[in-house]
């Protein structure tokens, strides 16, 4: 057990920005709501999955829309609100909250009603990254129900998702009210149990985003590489290092949808990279050639800094680095794969693993 | 108290799609559906609403979606699964069902949870003729909660709409996730009492579609003119009387929008008719000009037969007799008028209440 304090959100923002491969929202707005919560109501512990009771109930919260609209219309606490609806619906209460994925925000959201509510969290979550959609939930994969699911907004509208016959089509029915909602909502699904969120979450990422976050702290103030500490941290490889020239990026159909072309710089020069972004980077092509899809992890962050590069503030001119991270092991089984594989995009590929960096690059983990 | 047979659905859908101006889903599709359930499971009583005991929980049920839809993609007994879903949520057991609206369909649609779960209908409705959103009913104008209300679709799917800021959101998130559904669904809305029944909707108006759907098959089979039967039998005039000659008509939102053009005949040769409807008709315009808006009734009957034509079945070639009768009282009011007049279908009117016939035609009322 330990405990999140005002001064641990920007390193597990940073941490979980780096995770969440572009989307999960904008860390530094989720970081300020968080910090609101924790200033009002005290710091929030986290519990390993092993440490929870084992008559945990735990509630998966979320917000959910497109992040383009997270910068300009903020949450507040719907996320508890969603939470108070889904256990009136169910008639349980919740002991516990949990991540739904480990992104900029969605990383902190669960310690907002954990703090309203005085609850812990739990050191896990359900992507072990950032996923577009709703369905796309290692819980889900591996059979826990995805509904009742609540949403809010923020000016009080209450929907509920009672009974769907696939989790894509709790996604389809959320995505509808969320667009109507104003294209940024929480929500809430019904809670798990332990022995559920043991079988089916991907443990330890709040800390791992913790300790992500710290090193590259550490690294910027001992003047070190923070994209070396990076890697240092968590097994992965440089995929691409350049200067952002162009980001096609529009809101539709409730998500952030786009492509990034990125020109090269030093080791990279004279080659382009572009990838294709639905809240998180999808797909990443170096002079036209895959080399990393999902659900292998693509995350840009900034050269200089090691701070992570959302897709909602992309833009031109931007010096970023592109890591690759391997997905995590239950999102390569074929159940996981066929919920968040290329195909499950629309991409005509199959998988293929993060396959060895095809020129000399830094990577701490070969 | 009087039963519907099955012979009697014949005469309502007749009589409702009159009142139902041209929408409130298609009258011989209803009826087929009201029949299965009818063979089913037996004739279902009607109350009138000074019937009911003053204990009553009276669920409001309907379609929803765009009547362009519901001839193509049936509805089974959706309804029946959305008073489940209500019930559940609300945790009240029905005593009787109402109808949303006076509409070709679902002035029967009651019928279909009621003959299943055994309960009477009352006879009464929530518009006294049919409107194309949530909203617009009596009932909430008039202060009963349109929420919790359940959504079901043909294939299982359960949403809720728990809370919202005014009805008007509720019409907002349900129409989304009816598009999603496929633009085909049910609903259920959260118990009335009597008490709210009695103060809130339009008595009577399943004997009055009965009284005029018997009243036309009545004058058919005498060789008599059907339309002055209508009249005769419901209060109000003959707008117009042609062919048709165009329906620009998209499915769009949710809803089936478009215009009717129609050249005039006999007493009305060498004019026009055009008539704007969102499922059902809006605004009927004589020569380019208003001669009767929402929420007075614009009905389309076959001139030969008094047969209702809604909407979704307009074409070209038809012989039409444009009918206008005056909006129920409770409509008429400074709230009604919000809610349902000209204006809150985005037109730049107010509401005049039907004027006397602009030229001699047969009108039983005046």
Known sequence: MWLVTEDLLEPIATGAAILGTGGGG??????????????????????????????????????????????????DQQSYDALRAIEECTGEKATAMISNEIGGSNSLEPLIPAAVAGLPVVDADGMGRAFPEFQMKTYFVYGVPCCPMALADEKGNIAVIQDVVSPLWAERLARAVTVQMGCAACYAVAPMSA???????????????????????????????????????????????????????????????????????????????SIDFQNENLIARRNGRIVCTVPDLICAVATETGEPVTTEVMRYGLRVTILGFPAPELWTTPAGLAVVGPRAFGYEHDYSPLGPASRSAPCSSE
Chains 1, 2 share one sequence.
């Open 195 to 273: 022995e559920q969120v043991r079988r089916t979450a991907i443990p330890h990422t709040l800390s791992l985003a913790r300790r992500l976050g710290e090193a590259v702290a550490e690294a910027r103030s001992r003047g070190e590489d923070p994209v070396d500490a990076v890697l240092a941290t968590c097994p992965g490889k440089v995929l691409f290092a350049g200067k952002v020239m162009d980001v096609a990026r529009r809101t539709t159909a409730g998500f952030a949808r786009g492509t990034l072309s990125i020109d090269g710089l030093d080791d990279f020069r004279g080659e382009r990279m």
């Open 26 to 75: 904008n860390p530094y707005i989720g970081r300020l709501r968080a910090r609101e919560a924790i200033r009002q109501h005290g710091p929030v512990p986290v519990l390993a999955p092993e440490e929870l009771p084992d008559d945990a109930r735990v509630v998966c919260v979320g917000g959910i829309g497109a992040p383009t609209v997270g910068i300009e219309k903020l949450r």
